[in-house]
């Protein structure tokens, strides 16, 4: 599996953006989509994971309420909308893949995407 990352930018506080991984090989239904995120001089953490057989979600509870994963099954993308961005936002996002349950560890997915920087100004 391949991922490319999209979408990021530069946006004011209170903006928002909407980011797209794109997924090509083959895609099972066992998969987990994640979108994880890393600022400077900080550890890559976990910001929100989709199933892709059921749709179910998980988010950190960073940014629960305000971000929303969400996937496309027929076009194998992934989309994290993010609403009411803060400065403490500004990180590059990673998209990654991994099989069977959702989990909020980095080391446990297989396959990342390069990465979009998004930055929020205050």
């Known amino acids: 599996v391949q991922l490319q990352a999209s979408g990021g930018g530069l946006v004011q506080a209170g903006g928002s953006l909407r980011l797209s991984c794109a997924a090509s090989?083959?895609?099972?239904?066992?998969?987990?989509m994640g979108w994880f995120r890393q600022a400077p001089g900080k550890e890559r953490e976990f910001a929100a994971a989709?199933?892709?057989?059921?749709?179910?979600?998980e988010y950190a509870d960073s940014v629960k309420g305000r971000f929303t994963i969400s996937r496309d099954n027929a076009k194998n993308m992934v989309y994290l909308q993010m609403n009411s961005l803060k400065p403490e936002d500004t990180a590059v996002y990673y998209c990654a893949v991994r099989w069977g349950e959702i989990q909020r560890t980095r080391i446990a997915y297989a396959y990342w995407g390069q990465g979009t920087q998004v930055t929020v100004s205050s």
């Open positions: 090989g083959r895609i099972f239904s066992n998969y987990i």
């Open positions: 989709v199933k892709w057989s059921d749709r179910s979600t």
